[in-house]
């Protein structure tokens, strides 16, 4: 893996995914597998409840500078202060609101969501450190 770093200032051209957080691993960070009673972490081997599981955010963007469009991936806490919330509770939020509105897939964003996440972020100019 390369260790240089740096600072990319670019402007979000679009959300890529809908989907803003992750049921993740608390060792590793990675994707954990869950089904309706337990987790599992396929590249740690972490194992537990499911209710115990933790959610980290992710946010996928297409960005511009001067020169070149990226893809790239925002993870974390760096995130809490747009959302309003920790990864967690915009979890628990959603689960709530799909539970309400009688969607299926109890971990898909609201469209709502997904309106203010690119009402946030589209158009605006950010620094990412790459």
Request: some cysteine; glycine content about 8%; overall charge neutral.
């Amino acid at each position: 893996m390369n260790s240089v770093r740096g600072l990319l200032a670019a402007s979000v051209t679009s959300i890529q995914d809908s989907c803003f957080v992750y049921p993740a691993c608390q060792k590793c960070f990675s994707r954990l597998i869950l089904d309706s009673r337990r987790f599992n972490c396929l590249k740690c081997g972490c194992i537990g409840e499911a209710k115990d599981a933790s959610y980290r955010y992710r946010l996928s963007l297409k960005i511009a500078d001067t020169h070149d469009l990226f893809g790239i991936t925002v993870f974390g806490s760096c995130l809490d202060p747009f959302f309003g919330v920790t990864a967690e509770n915009l979890q628990r939020c959603i689960q709530d609101f799909n539970q309400l509105s009688g969607e299926a897939n109890t971990d898909a964003s609201p469209g709502v969501l997904v309106q203010a996440v690119e009402i946030c972020f589209i158009g605006k100019r950010f620094i990412f450190g790459v």
